[in-house]
């Protein structure tokens, strides 16, 4: 895929269009019309909320740890060798947005060079991935994070 399309998709606003079509008993078109519509907040704080609660199988419902070195892609479908672990917590910063906290301890996956994470889905679907430079987990130390998604 190329680089311009991938970031169209992995940055694109979200967005609605609306259209309609009036006819005529005969079934004659009157007007069409279509346009892009305005997402309230109230619409981003409901989806904040549809994939952070137990309310289906799409909720987001761990954070997960892997090996895989490729770039992050719009078309990924999971991470290499992934060890998951439950949130901390989540929050809710703001009407567009949900905070996913999460902490590996002092004796959580070490002997791993983490090099990527990903947000998973209840059903195992891979929601959101970040590639870095490998953190090298010994029982030395703890790791603690948020991974925010906005709307």
Same mark, same amino acid.
């Given at each position: 895929? %190329?680089?311009? !399309?991938?970031?169209?998709?992995? *940055? @694109?606003?979200?967005?609605?269009?609306?259209?309609?079509?009036?006819?005529?008993?005969?079934?004659?078109?009157?007007?069409?019309?279509?346009?892009? %519509?305005?997402? $309230?907040?109230?619409?981003?704080?409901?989806? &904040?909320? !549809?994939?952070?609660?137990?309310? *289906?199988?799409?909720?987001?419902?761990?954070?997960?740890?892997?090996?895989?070195? *490729?770039?992050?892609?719009?078309?990924?479908?999971?991470?290499?060798? /992934?060890?998951?672990? &439950?949130?901390?917590?989540?929050?809710? /910063?703001? %009407?567009?947005?949900?905070?996913?906290?999460?902490?590996?301890? !002092?004796?959580?996956? %070490?002997?791993?060079?983490?090099?990527?994470?990903?947000?998973?889905?209840?059903?195992?679907?891979?929601?959101?991935?970040? $590639?870095? &430079? &490998?953190? *090298? @987990?010994?029982?030395?130390?703890?790791?603690?994070?948020?991974?925010?998604?906005?709307?």
């Amino acid at each position: 895929m %190329n680089k311009t !399309l991938e970031n169209f998709r992995a *940055n @694109k606003e979200i967005k609605g269009i609306f259209s309609l079509i009036v006819k005529d008993k005969k079934g004659n078109v009157i007007e069409e019309y279509e346009d892009r %519509n305005l997402i $309230v907040d109230k619409a981003r704080y409901n989806m &904040a909320q !549809l994939i952070s609660v137990a309310a *289906n199988n799409y909720y987001i419902d761990s954070i997960a740890f892997g090996v895989g070195t *490729n770039d992050a892609n719009v078309a990924d479908l999971g991470l290499t060798s /992934p060890i998951n672990f &439950a949130f901390d917590s989540i929050e809710y /910063p703001d %009407n567009n947005s949900v905070a996913f906290n999460w902490s590996l301890g !002092l004796s959580d996956a %070490n002997g791993i060079a983490i090099t990527e994470f990903g947000l998973m889905s209840h059903n195992g679907d891979l929601f959101a991935r970040k $590639v870095r &430079a &490998a953190i *090298n @987990k010994t029982s030395d130390f703890t790791i603690t994070g948020t991974w925010k998604i906005i709307f």
